[in-house]
């Protein structure tokens, strides 16, 4: 039975956390879906699947009524069986720690669509960085990207510290799986005085359901948190 996998995340103010997951959890059982969606202050995270599409669509209209997640921000894949085990809505203190650090994700660098995201790295004097672990940039990765050797993402600070120059690197472009790792290091760097920030928009999901494989600057596959481990362009289902 094919599953609809549906990643998401949105930076928004949660006022009540707990009563938020109360409400997911009496709207959606184990079984009609499957994942995990992180719950904090700053907003949500999470990665789901559902046999019925439907089910989907239900989650997503919930997401949008209550905290205004745009359903195209949203990375649509497939899977043959069931990506998850279980169903589960945790509340946290953050969706995506930084080690120490404040740093505010409402304000984070540009956003380039998948569309231009080619364009972007054709620029020489762009430094192109992944911001994933170093076990994901193993399975795969864009050309010519920079692998930092991070063995969890809040290392991205000391990364910063002991690599990047702000008065050298005038022009930084990161990526990430589905975007939200990306969205808050360049929040990060644009407070550490860096000056033309950007990030992928929706992530590696994005760019391999939208640029087809003729076009593709994607080398390997995109490792994933859940049975499949790596999807590549064939996960990807064209109008999704």
């Known amino acids: 039975m094919p599953y609809t996998v549906a990643a998401l995340y949105k930076f928004v103010t949660v006022e009540d956390p707990a009563a938020l997951r109360e409400a997911l959890a009496a709207s959606f059982v184990e079984g009609e879906l499957l994942g995990t969606i992180l719950i904090a202050t700053e907003g949500v995270n999470g990665t789901v699947a559902a046999a019925d599409p439907a089910v989907i669509d239900r989650l997503l209209a919930f997401l949008h009524e209550r905290l205004g997640l745009d359903r ?7 899977a043959d069986d069931a990506p998850f085990g279980r169903l589960k809505f945790k509340v946290k203190n953050a969706v995506l720690t930084f080690r120490g650090v404040e740093v505010d994700p409402n ?43 991070l063995t969890k993402f809040s290392e991205f600070v000391d990364y ?40 992928l928009r929706g992530g590696i999901l994005k760019y391999l359901e939208d640029i087809p494989t003729s076009d593709s600057l994607w080398q390997g596959d995109c490792f994933v948190f859940d049975r499949r481990r790596g999807v590549g362009h064939d996960h990807f289902e064209e109008g999704e």
């Open 160 to 199: 910063t510290r002991e690599h990047l120059d702000a008065t050298k690197h005038k022009k930084v472009a990161m990526f990430c799986t589905g975007g939200i790792r990306c969205e808050k290091a360049s929040a990060y760097l644009l407070q550490q005085g860096f000056e033309n920030v950007y990030h």
């Open 72 to 78: 195209a921000e949203v990375k649509f894949s497939s």
């Open 107 to 149: 304000r984070p660098g540009t956003y380039v669509e998948a569309a231009d995201w080619n364009a972007l790295l054709a620029d020489p004097e762009v430094l192109l960085v992944d911001t994933r672990n170093d076990y994901e940039v193993e399975a795969g990765t864009f050309q010519g990207a920079i692998d930092p050797h």
